[in-house]
């Protein structure tokens, strides 16, 4: 039996109603590191029947491996860690010392920074998910290529 809240819970569209109410859900099915890595957690738990994106995460003396779920806007996450909501974490791939790309971005009013988790093996900057670093802050981007290069802008002009 899963320890995993969200492969056992009978009603989903309670779940997903506010990202649904914008007219569409978007689900990642495709993820990958800086070097290519597959980041689909195929495995492990599943959030309404889907595959997590996984990392290893260490804040401070904490490291452990988290699953996020694939639905862009869903802040729904498993881990056995005891992460503290607020602090800054590192961002691996899972299993190795490989952080994820940071992207010269400007940083979330707490200070976080931005990571790459690629849609595509091409490991197009203008095809990612960006991540906070700030453990509980769940402003992800889904940038597209236009919207990367109008933040690289922005941060010059900084």
């Known amino acids: 039996m899963s320890d995993n809240p969200f492969e056992t819970r009978a ?35 599943k959030f309404s029947g889907e595959p997590g994106v996984r990392l290893r995460v260490r804040q401070g003396d904490i490291d452990g491996h988290v ?16 992460f503290v909501d607020g602090v800054k974490c590192e961002l691996f791939i899972a299993g190795t010392d490989t952080p994820l790309d940071r992207l010269p971005i400007p940083p979330s009013k707490d200070g976080g920074e931005y990571f790459a988790i690629y849609l595509t093996e091409k490991l197009d900057e203008g095809e990612l998910v960006a991540i906070n670093d700030v453990w ?21 002009d900084e």
């Open 11 to 45: 009603d989903t569209t309670t779940r997903l109603q506010a990202l649904n109410e914008q007219g569409y859900v978007i689900v990642v099915t495709r993820a990958f590191g800086p070097n290519g890595e597959d980041l689909m957690d195929y495995e492990g738990p």
């Open 67 to 82: 699953s996020l779920s694939p639905y862009y806007g869903d802040p729904s996450k498993f881990t056995e860690s005891p």
């Open 136 to 156: 509980g802050n769940y402003g992800s981007q889904l940038l597209s290529e236009n919207e990367i290069l109008s933040l690289y802008a922005d941060a010059e």
